[in-house]
T-cell receptor
Framework: ETGVTQTPRHLVMGMTNKKSLKCEQH?????MYWYKQSAKKPLELMFV???????ENNSVPSRFSPECPNSSHLFLHLHTLQPEDSALYLC?????????????????FGPGTRLTVL | AQKITQTQPGMFVQEKEAVTLDCTYD???????LFWYKQPSSGEMIFLIY??????QNATEGRYSLNFQKARKSANLVISASQLGDSAMYFC??????????????FGPGTRLSVLP
């Protein structure tokens, strides 16, 4: 059973809708990430949260808005998306090096949310 | 510039045979980590194996081993005795520097492995 869960698993939305993706990690990690995986493109890191500090990728459009209320939960709020935003959105968590857990600071991934924007 | 290169978009291997998936990387950091992940059709990314830049021995995890050639900046994944369940996308990834959370965690484009019965 994965330590990182994501809901919903599938989402279809119109360009004028507002929706949110949720991620929860049960591993006691202190860093969480959002990735976008489009067809035939490498995984793109969108956002990183670590110790409540957000490290943002400047190339992410403002129609994507992350929220990290605590170290176990991460949200991605979506509004006025475009069809090209259709992709698999993956959440991951890891433990910062030097603290207990995660031998290699490898990232543990959730199953993803398959988003389709019509 | 591409940090991680995987030159094989797709690979086929016969069941029970061994297969090597190529990965080359580009970094000027002395301290870095190399990872391989497997992504089955379900979408979840599964961590397979890790190699640290200072590790002198090649990493092994069960049927997975990493052929680390530091001077050539390559970190090929070797899967021995392939099984049908190994069919998936395989991603090579690198974390540059030490103490970084993931800002410098980059993935390659992936290789799709198909195991034939």
């Amino acid at each position: 059973e994965t330590g990182v869960t994501q809901t919903p698993r599938h989402l279809v939305m119109g360009m004028t809708n507002k929706k949110s993706l949720k991620c929860e990690q049960h591993l006691g990690h202190n860093a969480m990430y959002w990735y976008k995986q489009s067809a035939k493109k490498p995984l793109e890191l969108m956002f990183v949260y670590s110790l409540e500090e957000r490290v943002e990728n400047n190339s992410v459009p403002s129609r994507f808005s992350p929220e990290c209320p605590n170290s176990s939960h991460l949200f991605l709020h979506l509004h006025t998306l475009q069809p090209e935003d259709s992709a698999l959105y993956l959440c991951a968590s890891s433990q910062i090096k030097g603290t207990s857990g995660g031998a290699y600071n490898e990232q543990f991934f959730g199953p993803g949310t398959r988003l389709t924007v019509l | 510039a591409q940090k991680i290169t995987q030159t094989q978009p797709g690979m086929f291997v016969q069941e029970k045979e061994a297969v090597t998936l190529d990965c080359t990387y580009d970094t000027s950091d002395q301290s870095y980590g190399l990872f391989w992940y497997k992504q089955p059709s379900s979408g979840e990314m599964i961590f397979l194996i890790y190699q640290g830049s200072y590790d002198e021995q090649n990493a092994t995890e069960g049927r997975y081993s990493l052929n680390f050639q530091k001077a050539r900046k390559s970190a090929n994944l070797v899967i021995s005795a392939s099984q049908l369940g190994d069919s998936a996308m395989y991603f090579c990834a690198m974390r540059e520097g030490s103490g970084n959370y993931g800002q410098n965690f980059v993935f390659g484009p992936g290789t799709r492995l198909s195991v034939l019965p």
